[in-house]
């Protein structure tokens, strides 16, 4: 009866959670920004289904730890495409709330900004490897 009530409760607060996130995609307008920027109206089904594949497949993945007998270079290829999707996330994000003009109003930065952007990019995926490369969070 334990596991059954722990079974429940972990998957009504996954569908919560899950749902809030996609209440936030949508109210803040990242899913059409996402298809405006990439010009892929005409395909809206295949990337809903790509997102809820993708979704699904990492949670199996990180709850039920399986390992799966690809080579570095799939996990490679799965990071790449993992990074592009959070940084698409947070660049939409920073966009929609208007973070960078805030900024370089802020700053009086009227020049350049495309390449502050290029840089943040830049230092982001360089952080992201080498928190990777030192293994923190490994135990």
């Known amino acids: 009866m334990g596991e059954t009530l722990a079974a429940v409760t972990g998957f009504s607060s996954g569908f919560i959670v899950a ?9 803040l307008g990242i899913i059409t920004r996402f298809i405006g920027i990439s010009h892929t109206a005409a395909h ?18 990180t709850v ?6 690809f080579g570095s270079w799939v996990l490679a290829i799965a990071g790449v495409f993992m990074g592009t999707f959070v ?3 947070i660049m939409a994000l920073a966009e929609i709330v208007n973070v960078f003009p805030v900024y370089c109003r802020r700053l009086e930065i009227t ?5 502050i952007v290029i840089f943040l990019a830049i230092g982001k995926m ?3 490897l080498f928190h990777f490369y030192m293994r923190w969070g490994k135990g």
Do not use: D, Q
């Not at 039920?64 to 007998?69: A, D, N, R, T």
């Open 126 to 128: 360089l952080g992201s």
């Open 64 to 69: 039920y730890e399986v390992s799966l007998p």
């Open 111 to 115: 020049k350049g900004t495309s390449w």
């Open 19 to 27: 749902g809030g996130v996609v209440a936030l995609m949508v109210g």
């Open 44 to 61: 809206i089904r295949a990337g809903e289904n790509a997102i809820l594949f993708g979704t699904v497949v990492g949670t199996i993945l």
């Open 87 to 89: 940084g698409g996330w």
